[in-house]
T-cell receptor, first 117, second 111 residues
Framework: EAEVAQSPRYKITEKSQAVAFWCDPI?????LYWYRQILGQGPELLVQFQDESVVDDSQLPKDRFSAERLKGVDSTLKIQPAELGDSAMYLC???????????????FGPGTRLTVL | GEDVEQSLFLSVREGDSSVINCTYTDSSSTYLYWYKQEPGAGLQLLTYIFSNMDMKQDQRLTVLLNKKDKHLSLRIADTQTGDSAIYFC???????????FGKGTMLLVSP
C-alpha cells in the first residue's frame, strides 16, 4: 500500500541551528501539506502545495521557515534558526483531486518529532 | 475564523461503546472527518460525512451529524484495546480546501 514517507523520524537540535525535514508524498498526489502538531494539540497547517506552487502559506513563519517542492514531487521544510518553541511533530500529508467523492482525504506520513534544546 | 472543539479524554471498558463528541463553528463546512492517531504515528482517516447527511455507518463506526447544532459524534461499537488512540475531528469548507482540526480526544480502553 502506498504511503507518505518522511525523514528523519526524530531530530534533536540546539536553538539557533538549522534543521530540515523531507517528505515524499504518495505517487501521483498533486497536493502536499506540511502541518505542525504541538503536543496536546491538533495539526495546524503551515504550507500547502499544488504541484510545485504554494497555495497557502499564510501560517508559515516566513522569517525562519521555508518550504519548497521544486519538481512537484518531494518536499523539504527548513527551519533556520530553530527556537525552543519549534519543538513539535512535523507532519506531511498528501492528497489527490481524484478522491471518488471522499472530499479532501489526506494521507499522513509518520511525522518528524523535533526537539529543540 | 473556524473553530473545532472536542472533549479531551474518554475512558471505557473493552466491549463497551465509545462516543466521542465534536462541535464546530463554520456553518459552511461541507465535509467532516474523523482521524485516528496512534502513539508516535501520523493520522489515519477513519471516516467522513457530507454535511447533507445526518448519519453514516461503517462497520463498528457510526457518525452522527446535527447540522443545526453543528455537532458531530463518533460512536465506536464493541470498543477494543486496539482502539486506544487520539481521535481528531476535522472540517473543510469544500472538498479541496484545507482541514481545520480539533485538539483531539484521547480514548483509553481498559481490559
Amino acid at each position: 500500500e502506498a504511503e507518505v514517507a518522511q525523514s528523519p523520524r526524530y531530530k534533536i537540535t540546539e536553538k539557533s541551528q538549522a534543521v530540515a525535514f523531507w517528505c515524499d508524498p504518495i505517487s501521483g498526489h498533486a497536493t502536499l501539506y506540511w502541518y505542525r502538531q504541538i503536543l496536546g494539540q491538533g495539526p495546524e497547517l503551515l504550507v500547502q502545495f499544488q504541484d510545485e506552487s504554494v497555495v497557502d502559506d499564510s501560517q508559515l513563519p516566513k522569517d525562519r521557515f521555508s518550504a519548497e517542492r521544486l519538481k512537484g514531487v518531494d518536499s523539504t521544510l527548513k527551519i533556520q534558526p530553530a527556537e525552543l518553541g519549534d519543538s513539535a511533530m512535523y507532519l506531511c500529508a498528501s492528497s489527490s483531486l481524484w478522491t471518488g467523492g471522499r472530499g479532501n482525504e489526506q494521507f499522513f506520513g509518520p511525522g518528524t518529532r523535533l526537539t529543540v534544546l | 475564523g473556524e473553530d473545532v472543539e472536542q472533549s479531551l479524554f474518554l475512558s471505557v471498558r473493552e466491549g463497551d461503546s465509545s462516543v466521542i463528541n465534536c462541535t464546530y463553528t463554520d456553518s459552511s463546512s461541507t465535509y467532516l472527518y474523523w482521524y485516528k492517531q496512534e502513539p508516535g504515528a501520523g493520522l489515519q482517516l477513519l471516516t467522513y460525512i457530507f454535511s447533507n447527511m445526518d448519519m453514516k455507518q461503517d462497520q463498528r463506526l457510526t457518525v452522527l451529524l446535527n447540522k443545526k447544532d453543528k455537532h458531530l459524534s463518533l460512536r465506536i461499537a464493541d470498543t477494543q484495546t486496539g482502539d486506544s488512540a487520539i481521535y481528531f475531528c476535522a472540517e473543510s469548507v469544500t472538498g479541496y480546501s484545507t482541514l481545520t482540526f480539533g485538539k483531539g480526544t484521547m480514548l483509553l480502553v481498559s481490559p
